[in-house]
């Protein structure tokens, strides 16, 4: 379980760094698109997801 909790708090910790540099992208560049920025911090919400399980593909399909 301590394992589990350890992968939780570096998703959380990835995905919050990621939606800090979107929004810090999006204070920089002045963007005023309410829909480009929901979309922005949902994918900074579900990449490191992907990335994951991507890796995890990987490695059951080795060869």
Partial sequence: MLLVGFFMTFYIVIALIAATMTYCEQRRTQGHS?????????ACA????????????????ET
């Fill in 34 to 42: 309410t829909l480009y920025t929901l979309l922005g911090f949902i």
């Fill in 46 to 61: 579900f990449w490191p997801l992907t990335l994951a399980s991507l890796a995890v593909s990987a490695k059951l399909h």
